[in-house]
């Protein structure tokens, strides 16, 4: 299968939605956490929450520290990838964590390789969130250096989101990874970890399944659900010494293994082939040469939020989605709005981008409704200018006017003077969040490098994903509230904007305003047994 086949197959039209389950037993979804049995397991310290960093901070200058005991793994997970509150509606009860997920349905796992790290038995672990744990899954029967190295690999449970979206839930997996990859990024820098150490290391998928495990079919039994590899990432890379992918994996192929994975659906009602048919369409067969992104190179601009100040880990830590916004809530000002729009340009060494293998190729075009000094329009954010050539296949109603006041770094320009809240609403599913926010904002990637190499679809999505994670961080930061939307009519986002070839495809809506919180909810914090 061609993957923009199975792009051109899953758009949303008001008319026909991708395909998907006819109905949904809630009482029955699928285990939320995936559990190897037979493992030794690891608790893991709950102490991210004492990191002094506060949230302006993280836009300055890097830390300087390296991630090298049990100590600083589970302070990393817990501020990135651990659970963050319970919750609790009559008698129904549902977890969250601190990455967000499609649904909350949790696709991404992840895998923990540690060598030398004080604490750790050196070799592959799964991090059980469930637990905030680790289960040693292989034991390195040799080491190849003295050095601490670090690294993370991550995987997908591709079941998990297609028991609610069927065959549009392989767009949604690849949001998640790249969600987690930030809040990776993102607890690194809280810790005060060298940005230069987090890096992308470039192996391809069957070595990556062979690094975690996830390739040993005696693992798991029938009925198990496979899990597709995504992407690996070290967190020692500028140390000497630190172990390079082909490290990892010839330790992992030397190692001894144990733990049979869990059933996380005994009724599997629907199946989707077109999910398996994208990930192959999408597989990394070869190596891919390191990319050479482009990087914005103005300073970022330093949050000035009401919570700046405060920990970078409470920002984290009580990250939400917004359910409803406030329609009677006044404007945003320009200097939030700014912020938040500064923040996704790929820096150097500003998270999240340090943890992506691709940062280039998505502009942001926003629905601008509430905003100080701002007329209510569509305005386009250029992020990438390497693929600015799509101004003139747009409306030539367009009127690409620089915004007064926006930095001039920021590549900001009105492209229309019109309200814009219904038309947001209406491309966003009909959905109100996208109307009675402060502003929403569609992610138009760059699909013409697809041919030659299909595997990017998947890392315009992890970026549109770390996009995403920054804009609900920022958000926090700023006493604000954001919501990730994969519900959007793709053609009518296109057609507004006047493309009609696919050489650009919005991957992801997102939207930012005034919380309204439902107090129906009872909220209760994780790990209450072990605090």
Known sequence: MDILEYHRR???????????????????????????????????????????????????????????????????????LALSAWKQYGGSSWSLRVNP???????????????????????????RADLHA??????????NSDSPSLALGFTSVHWREAWKYGERAFRYCQHDVGHALASVSYAAAT?????????????????????????????????????????????????SGSLTGSDWLSLAQQGSWKGIANVLDRRHFYEWDVIEEAAQATRILERPAPDHPEYCETPAIISQGIRATDKAAQIIYQRRSAQAFDQSAGAISQQTFFTLLDHTLARRHCPPWNALPSVNGINLFVFVHKVDGLKPGLYALIRD?????????????????SVDGAPEHLGLYCLLNAGTQRTAANISCQQAIAGDSAFSLGMLADMRGLEAEPYQYRQLFWQAGAIGQTLYLDAEAEGLRG??????????????LGLSAEDYQVLYHFTVGVPLTDHRITTWRPYQERR
């Open 101 to 127: 997920s499609s649904g909350n349905l949790h696709p991404t796992e992840c895998y923990v390789l540690a060598s030398g790290v004080d604490g750790l038995v050196d070799g592959v672990y799964h991090y």
């Open 483 to 496: 919501t990730g939307i994969g519900c959007y009519y793709d053609d009518f986002m296109h057609d507004l």
């Open 10 to 80: 899953t758009k949303h039209r008001p008319d026909a939605y991708a395909k998907g389950p006819a109905s949904i037993d809630w009482e029955a979804q699928p285990d939320p956490f995936r559990r190897y049995d037979g493992c030794d397991i690891v608790a893991l310290p709950l102490e991210g929450m004492q990191a002094p960093s506060t949230w302006a901070s993280l836009w300055q200058d890097s830390g300087d520290r390296s991630l090298t005991t049990v100590r600083d793994v589970g302070c990393l997970l817990e501020l990135s």
């Open 191 to 239: 810790l005060g970890v060298n940005a230069a150490d987090i890096r992308p290391l470039m192996i391809t998928d069957d070595e990556l399944a062979a690094l975690t495990g996830i390739d040993r079919a005696e693992d798991y039994p029938e009925g198990a659900e496979a899990e597709h590899p995504d992407c690996l990432i070290t967190l020692s890379g500028g140390k």
């Open 134 to 143: 680790l289960e040693l899954r292989c034991c390195f029967t040799s080491v």
């Open 385 to 401: 200018a390497e693929s600015s050539e799509f101004q003139n296949r747009m409306r030539e109603q367009f009127v690409w006017e």
